[in-house]
């Protein structure tokens, strides 16, 4: 059975730095992405990567956030700089079997039923 579990989520202050973490089991994946969530706001897909090293993000993460995946450990990683509090979310991550980084960015937010696996998601909070 398919478990993805993310870490990492904290409280901090403008400018700092999270690195989450998302350890995937029982599932077999072409790419993996992160996604947040704010309260009130519709999912948005932020950075995918494939076993490749393609990578995709999202204009609003460009240049401050970093996805990268260790293969051998199944584990996906979000280094995320400069954090704004615009950030806050709660931040999951999914990972598909068929779909490249960008389309799992894109279905992720329309039809997220249809990703193969997700997290339960991981708390970020950053205040001015």
């Known amino acids: 059975q398919a478990s993805l579990v993310e870490s990492g989520g904290a409280s901090v202050q403008a400018g700092g730095s999270l690195r989450l973490t998302c350890k995937i089991s029982?599932?077999?994946?072409?790419?993996a992405a992160w996604f947040r969530q704010a309260p009130g706001e519709q999912r948005e897909g932020i950075a995918a990567i494939d076993g490749d090293g393609t990578t995709s993000y999202a204009e609003s993460v460009k240049g401050r956030f970093t996805i990268s995946h260790d293969g051998a450990a199944n584990t996906l990683y979000l280094q995320m700089n400069n954090l704004k509090p615009s950030d806050s979310a709660k931040y999951f991550c999914a990972a598909d079997y068929s779909l490249s980084p960008s389309a799992l960015l894109q279905y992720g937010r329309s039809n997220p039923n249809g990703v193969d696996a997700w997290g339960q998601g991981t708390l970020v909070s950053v205040s001015s």
């Open positions: 029982g599932l077999i994946y072409s790419s």
